[in-house]
């Protein structure tokens, strides 16, 4: 059995009078990969923010790492969660060791327990040492993109939630990309929520995915499940065009 590291059950949101997700019943198994898609404007964003607590359902019940949402102590919670936006959003008066590190230097980290995770996380990203002291301007778009996912791994999150981290990169520096992310989740227990509107992205990282529509929850399950038996003809349309 697989225990779920995130669990949403009958949650609403709304801005003004709109409801941008709706009693959305969700469960994402831990240490997997679990891809979120759809459309511009679906809600894969603010169901990012309401699992790091960024946004506040107005309904229903979000259950993260163990934890309701409503009563958890939020700012411990955010710093066992990682979190990485498009682009890369690293400081940019700050060089590549300051961005990574910055966090675990608020929280009193040794300095020896800062470099061993810091040359771990460059290695396995592939970033040079001689990059280290580069400040983000100095870096190509995939080397701030390959930073930006050390920092948000720096505390050695078991959540990281990732929204649409290489839609910014050109495609063929995606495809490294890509490479260095699996080498990453495949090194660490972490349960990753990678938001995208790229089906054949999401297929090819996540072995989960849920399929948003207009705030609802259109499918969700296994990607290869998924696949095989779409739930209706537009997810189904939506699969022939992205996939066939
Ligand atoms: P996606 O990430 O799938 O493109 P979002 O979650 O960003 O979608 O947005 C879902 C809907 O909620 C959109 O219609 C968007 O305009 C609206 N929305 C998102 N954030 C806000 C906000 N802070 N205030 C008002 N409306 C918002
Ligand atoms: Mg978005």
């Not at 349960?191 to 054949?200: A, G, K, M, N």
Request: include cysteine; proline fraction near 4%.
């Amino acid at each position: 059995m697989t225990t779920a590291a995130v669990r949403f059950a009958g949650v609403t949101k709304r801005y003004g009078s709109a409801e941008v997700l709706r009693q959305v019943d969700l469960e994402l198994a831990a240490e997997r990969t679990t891809a979120i898609v759809g459309e511009s404007g679906s809600g894969k964003s603010t169901l990012l923010q309401l699992i790091n607590g960024l946004v506040r359902a107005d309904a229903g019940i979000v259950e993260v790492l163990g934890s309701d949402l409503e009563t958890v102590d939020l700012l411990a919670l955010r710093r066992r969660i990682g979190y990485a936006v498009q682009g890369s959003a690293l400081f940019p008066h700050l060089d590549l060791t300051a961005n990574v590190t910055l966090l675990a230097r608020l929280l009193g980290w040794s300095a020896e327990r800062m470099a061993t995770r810091l040359g771990h996380l460059l290695e396995l990203m592939e970033l040079a040492p001689e990059l280290a002291h580069r400040y983000p301007h100095e870096l190509s778009g995939g080397q701030q993109q390959r930073a930006s996912l050390c920092r948000a791994m720096m505390l050695e999150p078991p959540l990281l939630l990732l929204d649409e981290p290489f839609s910014a990169v050109d495609p063929i520096t995606r495809v490294g990309i890509h490479a260095h992310f699996e080498r990453l989740a495949a090194s660490e227990p972490v349960t990753v929520v990678l938001v995208t509107h790229d089906l054949r992205e999401a297929v090819k990282l996540a072995s989960d995915l849920v399929i948003l529509r207009n705030g609802s929850v259109a499918q969700a399950g296994p990607c290869d499940e998924v696949i095989a038996a779409p739930a209706d003809a537009w997810i189904e349309r939506l699969f022939r065009s992205q996939l066939g």
